[in-house]
């Protein structure tokens, strides 16, 4: 749910240069220092925080409100396929006590294909927002192919349609959720209301502060919709679906 | 060879660095099971993009993807091929050289001649072939071994690359060429 930062994070695949006998590469130079921010930003973490609702009054007139306190109105629409792993890792792919893993979201939007890694949900009982570590890439649109080969193996998929409002830091999604057809065209409506998210993106020492200012935006909008923390926690297996997941 | 490139009026342009990893799933202790695997090759003249292949399926994507794999801990990095080398402009040409190291060991040179006129996405890499086998003999060699002398490569064993030349050719080429070293 966050093209906010798929826009910093993508840049368009590069097209075909030049062409070598034995291997071809292209013509642009990196300087040390380029390597060393990338370096930098591949080893810092990035966390999404969100509060999440459902818009049960009239959508034009919560419109009006976000539009007066976003700066920019984006159309969004893509499909959204969630790869689950097969592979037993000793990896943090499961929040404890809960049904949401560590996922991998490969996104179709305008004929361009993104991927986003999206962790466990952080327990911060002190803070009031929804903080998952996150990392955006944009991949080329076979990478599919390569998930499954890898050991992924597609979980469910769905469309978003809606709408994008955002300020400098922050970014508010009014969306709504489309069954996929078999035929993989868009089917009806998963629930009849619109979702809204709330996200801002935070480094590791910034969950408290992102929290308030989501928050803050949050009561300026309750009058129309209700913005909470959505606790992971309350997706818990049933007692028989746990013991069936314990046995495979 | 660097002593008669820049004999040859060759100037020194920038470093190659080219990194080819092999990627395997990591499995339980005591299991019989083959690991998956793939190979993620970084080529210093695309620092933010890497390219991954695994079996047929080649895909380019941004380098943050080595940061998903680390975080979800299902594939680890086992052996690492490298090219840490110079690249040289001479006239039309590019000439890029330098050795191949594999673990501490030095298997061999890689020498990588571009044609830069030849840089259009409409025409074929290999319809100036005769002119860089020329090239390389008359100026880089002679070679009396000519088999290490790639002038041509089959893509058709890949028919999921795209029409046009991309990196993702190139990433295939370099992933062979460390494959038969």
Known sequence: MNRHQYQNAGSPIA???????????????????????????LTTNIYECSLHGILTTPQSTFIQRVKGMMRSEQLVSWKEMVYKTTIQSAGPSWAEGSIMPSEIHVRY????????????????????????????????DRFFILLSNLGYVKDYE?????????????????????????????????IKNNMVELQCLSGEEGFMSASEHL???????????????FDHRNLILDPPSLQQSQQQ | MVKRIEFLGGTKVSTWNIVCSL?????????????????????????????????????????????????????????????????????????????????TETKGI??????????????????????????????????????VVQATFDFSAYPKLPNNYTDLHTSYQYLNLFKSI
């Open chain 1, 15 to 41: 097209g075909v240069n030049s062409h070598t006998m034995m291997a071809g590469g292209g013509v642009s130079n990196s300087s040390n220092q380029d390597q060393n921010t990338l370096n930098s930003l």
């Open chain 1, 109 to 140: 939007e305008r004929n361009n294909c993104f991927v986003r890694y999206i962790g466990t949900p952080q327990i911060k009982d002190n803070i009031n927002a929804m903080i998952r570590n996150v990392v955006d890439i944009k991949v080329s």
């Open chain 1, 158 to 190: 769905y469309f978003v349609d809606g709408y994008c409002y955002s300020t400098y830091s922050l970014a508010l999604y009014l969306v709504n959720h489309r069954r996929v057809l078999q035929d993989g065209t868009k089917g009806e409506l998963l």
């Open chain 1, 215 to 229: 928050n803050t935006y949050a009561e300026y909008l309750y009058p129309f919709i209700e913005l909470i923390k």
């Open chain 2, 23 to 103: 990627y395997l799933e990591r499995l339980p202790n005591n299991t019989n099971q083959i690991p998956r695997e793939f190979h993620l090759i970084t080529l210093d003249e695309r620092p933010k993009k890497c390219f991954m292949i695994s079996h047929e399926a080649i895909v380019e994507s941004d380098k943050e993807m080595i940061s998903i794999l680390e975080k979800t801990d299902s594939f680890r990095k086992r052996q690492v091929t490298e090219i840490n080398g110079s690249k040289y402009e001479l006239g039309d040409f590019i000439i890029r050289i330098g050795p191949i190291f594999f673990r």
């Open chain 2, 110 to 147: 890689a020498i990588e001649v571009e044609y830069t006129p030849c840089s259009k996405t409409s025409t074929s890499p290999f319809s100036c072939t005769k002119l860089l086998s020329e090239f390389i003999n008359g100026n880089l060699g002679p070679f009396p071994d000519q088999s």
